[in-house]
Structures are given as C-alpha cells and as structure tokens.
C-alpha cells in the first residue's frame, strides 16, 4: 500500500533489460556514443519536430537548468505558488537561474489561469530596473495537484507569456500521466499549444533516474552545455541515461505505464468516493488522489501499513487530513484493493 509518491517505485523490467543490453563493452564519454545519439533522433520523432535534447538524472536539474537558460539579470519566473520549482527545489531553480526570482501565483487546482498570470506580469513591468523583468512562465503538466491543463489552457498561458517576450517551460515530471490522459500527442501538449522548452520525466514512469530538457526551438538551447556542465550533470557514462530511455519509449512502454497508473487511480477514486467520512473535493485527472481523511482512519491505514503523505490545509475540519495519494506503473489492483478494505 504504498502511496506516498511515484518516485518510491523502482524501475520496469523493460528499462532495467536496456540498461544491461549496453552494459558491457566500450562507448564514447559524455554522451557522444551511438545510443546516445539515437535517443537524440527517438526524441525529434516523438515530437515530430527537431528538438535539442539533454538529459540529466533528476527533475529539479531538468527544471533549474532550462529555467537557467531563458535567466536574465534581474529576472522573474511566473508559477503556481504550489509548483515544485516553488516549494520543492530547495531554490536550486534561483541558484541556477543566478538569483532570478520565483513568483508564485494563486489558482484553484494547482492551475494558473491567464488572468491571474496578465495581472501578476503586469506588476513587473518592461523597461524598470526596480521592479526586475520577466523571464519565463512555467507550468507543470500534470500539475501538482493531479489536475490537467487542457490544450487551449495551454495555449492561452503561452499568449500570455509571448506577449511579454518570455518562453513557456512545462515542469513534465507527470508528462506521460498526462498525455495518456488527455489523449493528445506529445507534439500537440507541447510546442503546438506554445510551449518552448519541456522538463520530460521518466523516473517516476519507470526509469531508474533519466529526465530529458527538451528544447522545441533548437537555437533557445545555445549555452545550454555550459550550464549543464557547470551544474555537474554530465555524466561521463551518459549511454547509461540513454539506455533507460531507450527501453522507456520503445513499443511505446511509457505510454502503457503512464495508462496503468491512470486507470489505478482512477481504482481508487471509485472506491473511496462513497466510503464513510471520506471527501473528494479533485477528482483525479492522472496518477495522483488527493481526498480529506478522518485522521482516526488516517492513522488507521498508517498503523495497517499503508503510505502516504498529509498536505497542510486550512479547509480540513479539526478531526479531518488531507492527504496525498500517488500510483504508478508498480501499483497493484491487490494494493488498491487492500487499502480500501481498511474502512
Ligand atoms: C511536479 C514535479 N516536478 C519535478 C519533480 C522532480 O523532482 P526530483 O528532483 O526529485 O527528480 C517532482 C518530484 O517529486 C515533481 O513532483
């Protein structure tokens, strides 16, 4: 009953088998070696476009390193105000960026809407050294929250953004969570709705650890290898990146991944919408349950086995929790189903 995060899961089968298929032998340093480079060409098919890829090992690195790249001095990066660069990156999205600032904006369901980002850029205003200067929006797809951005929402926050000269980036550490969900195209969640540079996870989808920075205009990426270097995140043995992603999006095995956590999720939601003293105030778009506990059946599945985290919240009664529930490739329906047998 493990539901504290995606992360907490190991790795397929099908990414472990790759990683031992390139295992043995000889291959260029640094990401200069034949795999490598084919992974490069898997990425330009996947989003039909040529795109500059760059893999590093972990989700805040994807984040901080292409937030990094669009950073100017006295920069700002429009988020959520619960988004993981925000909350859950240690600053290392500011320390990259060499002190450009973070500035949360509120929305319901981990969202943020057009209105609420106008008014936000609008108090950073072009050409006035005091107030700083725009410097990218960010999004994560599937949010924080498990809830989805539709393509036209998309679209509209990268108007947004463009129209102050500043790229959309989308924190994908949930990428294929949400693609499979909105039964889209990588192509189509991305650079067709206007997003310029993409955080693509694969850890919590079953790789062991392999994130990829997509950029959609290749030239955006200039100084990129520098950044990435500095931030020790070229790995000398960079095939062993490659091979997860090799055995990742081969026979399209994410996507089945990314499916079977949706649909256990979606197990969950069901079984717990009509338990006693339960509330469901998000109803799961992805791979992520957020309901209000009792927190004497909280500590109940605690004391039983099960995992998961509390989020602090000021709309829970004094005997409630509100809770965070993830699946993933590794849940089972027997693991669902012996949570629920609990109330
Ligand atoms: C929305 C989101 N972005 C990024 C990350 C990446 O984090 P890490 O640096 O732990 O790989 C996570 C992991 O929890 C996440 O939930």
């Known amino acids: 009953m493990i539901f504290a995060s995606d992360n907490w899961a190991g790795a397929t089968s099908a990414v472990m088998t790759a990683l031992a298929d390139h295992t043995s032998g000889f291959a260029t340093a640094y990401g200069d070696d034949p795999l490598s480079r084919s992974i490069e060409q898997r990425f330009n098919d996947l989003f039909e476009k040529e795109v500059a890829v760059f893999l590093v090992s972990t989700g805040t690195a994807a984040n901080s390193l292409a937030l990094a790249t669009y950073a100017k001095p006295g920069g ?16 290392a999205p500011e320390f990259f960026t060499a002190g450009n600032k973070l500035i ?35 999004i994560t797809q599937a949010t924080e929250y498990g809830t989805l951005y539709q393509l036209d929402e998309i679209q509209a926050l990268a108007d947004v953004a463009h129209s102050r000269n500043v790229p959309l980036h989308m924190d994908g550490a949930r990428f294929a969570n ?7 195209s990588p192509a189509e969640m991305t650079w067709k709705s206007g997003v310029d540079v993409l955080s693509f996870g694969g850890t919590k989808n079953g790789c062991w650890c392999a994130e990829a920075v997509v950029f959609f205009k290749p030239e955006d990426s200039d100084g990129f290898e520098y ?57 799961p778009e992805a791979n992520e349950l957020f309901p209000v506990l009792k927190k004497e059946q909280a500590a109940k599945l605690e004391a039983a086995g099960a995992k998961f985290y509390d989020i602090p919240a000021d709309f829970v009664e004094e005997d409630e929790v509100f809770v965070r529930l993830v699946t993933c490739f590794a849940t089972t329906p027997e693991q669902i189903d012996e949570f629920l047998s609990h109330f």
């Open 76 to 91: 700002a990066i429009f988020c959520h105000e619960d988004a993981h660069i925000n909350v859950d990156e240690c600053h």
């Open 104 to 138: 949360g904006i509120a929305g319901e369901h981990g969202k943020i809407t057009p209105d609420a980002l106008r008014k936000s850029m609008a108090k950073v205003p072009d050409n006035n050294p005091m107030h700083g200067r725009p410097a990218a929006v960010s």
């Open 178 to 184: 949400a693609l499979v969900s909105l039964d889209v």
């Open 227 to 283: 950044l990435r270097k500095r931030a020790a995140q070229v790995f000398s043995k960079a095939r062993f990146i490659s091979a997860q992603f090799e055995g990742y999006l081969k026979d399209d095995h994410w996507l089945a991944n990314a499916r079977h956590a949706n649909a256990m999720c979606l197990r969950l939601a069901n079984g717990l919408k009509d338990k006693p003293g339960v509330k469901l105030p998000l109803w």
